[in-house]
């Protein structure tokens, strides 16, 4: 399996303009996690999904941004309109099951807005 | 959830065994211990996982006490290459609310 894939790899953009990350889980894995790090606030917990449905959001930061996942080997995180202090990494991980599960992570989006 | 506490930082030198230990007093019965490494410009990877007493892999060993409010890493004969920073997590088995605290970021120097 070639991992949790995200992308893109990088994106800038200017403020006010819609941002669209996308993921693809590790095949048979039925969680699905988005996270953004940043330097001031560490690795922060958006959603996360359980057979494509969102069981926790309360870590997404506004109504700004939202997250859908369609099926079970795509998952996207759109933030419209995107805001300078969105800037930051935001990850993708996938696993298997809770409690002893590891989480994989995919190599991050590192997102500039202008 | 269980919270975490670890030290910021820590400094070491090649070739010398660095232990990190992380407290978790309001741990679960049913939560695990998870040890995550994080490189720059990476996402975090699996190191390790235990419940109670000892586990070791080719990668480090965890060491947890009978009361598991606390677990060590133990990372034998450090290189530079092990230069990260390194979460301790306490992962429920009833939620995916994991929680990534600050971690440690460990400095090994030549």
């Known amino acids: 399996d070639a991992g949790v894939i995200q992308s893109p790899r990088h994106e800038v953009t200017e403020m006010g303009q819609e941002v669209t990350l996308r993921c693809k889980p590790i095949?048979?894995?039925?969680?699905l996690f988005w996270y953004r790090q940043t330097m001031m606030r560490g690795l922060e917990l958006l959603i996360y999904?359980?057979?494509?449905?969102?069981?926790?959001d309360s870590g997404m930061p506004e109504d700004r941004f939202s997250a859908k996942m369609p099926n079970a080997s795509f998952s996207t995180l759109k933030i419209q309109p995107s805001e300078p202090r969105d800037s930051a990494v935001y990850f993708c991980?996938?696993?298997?099951?809770?409690?002893?599960?590891?989480?994989?992570f995919g190599s991050g989006t590192q997102l500039s807005v202008l | 959830l269980a919270k975490t506490t670890q030290p910021i930082s820590m400094d070491s030198y090649e070739g010398q065994e660095v232990n990190i230990t992380c407290s978790h007093n309001n741990i679960a019965t049913n939560d695990y211990i998870t040890w995550y490494q994080q490189f720059p410009s990476q996402g975090p990877r699996f190191i390790i996982q235990g419940y109670k007493t000892k586990v070791t892999n080719e990668v480090a060993s965890l060491f947890i006490p009978a009361d598991r409010k606390s677990s060590t890493l133990s990372l034998p004969r450090v290189s530079l290459s092990d230069t990260a920073v390194y979460y301790c997590?306490?992962?429920?088995?009833?939620?995916?609310?994991?929680?990534f605290g600050q971690g440690t970021t460990l400095q090994v120097k030549p």
């Open positions: 991980a996938s696993s298997s099951s809770l409690g002893n599960e590891k989480l994989f």
């Open positions: 999904f359980n057979n494509n449905v969102p069981i926790d």
């Open positions: 095949s048979g894995h039925d969680y």
């Open positions: 997590l306490v992962t429920p088995g009833n939620t995916g609310k994991l929680i």
